[in-house]
């Protein structure tokens, strides 16, 4: 996990992420909404999204709705960032298709520590990826 997407529309946070990813050696490209890092995604195919939940325009629950219905890109390990760390915004995001969550204020080390994390699980190859169609998704080490 080389490539990082980061979506994020606070410049002083998003410049903050991307400069603690790029220092940690990560090739990092940065959105500041939803429809642009979708873009990016898109194109670009990074390893990862970090993405804020809080944005004008498209927010990050619509961002990864959009991620996870696109064959190209569903599955991309999502991560969530976000300074509402109430359990139903957080289990929301999990049953849309979200792999981990860090809410802000965060350290560098524990955005570092969940990004190590997330290297480690193995992520479906897209075929093995369902589309999104409706209802949550199920979360990852589920029992089926």
């Known amino acids: 996990m080389k490539k990082i997407l980061v979506i994020e529309d606070n410049g002083g946070v998003r410049e903050e992420i991307v400069d603690i990813l790029r220092f940690e050696g990560y090739e990092v490209r940065d959105a500041d909404n939803g429809r642009s890092g979708l873009d990016i995604a898109r194109q670009w195919a990074p390893d990862l999204i970090v993405c804020d939940l809080m944005m004008p325009e498209l927010d990050g629950y619509a961002t990864l709705e959009a991620i996870r ?17 109430e359990q139903r915004d957080v289990q929301r995001a999990i049953e ?16 570092l520590a969940v990004v190590a994390a997330m290297q480690s699980h193995p992520t479906p190859a897209p075929n093995d990826v369902p589309v999104k169609s409706s209802g949550p998704a199920p979360r990852r080490g589920a029992a089926s």
């Open 69 to 85: 219905a696109d064959r190209a890109t569903a599955a991309i390990p999502f991560l969530c960032v976000t300074a509402r760390g």
């Open 96 to 111: 849309l298709g979200a792999d981990e969550y860090i809410t802000k204020p965060f350290t560098a080390d524990q955005l």
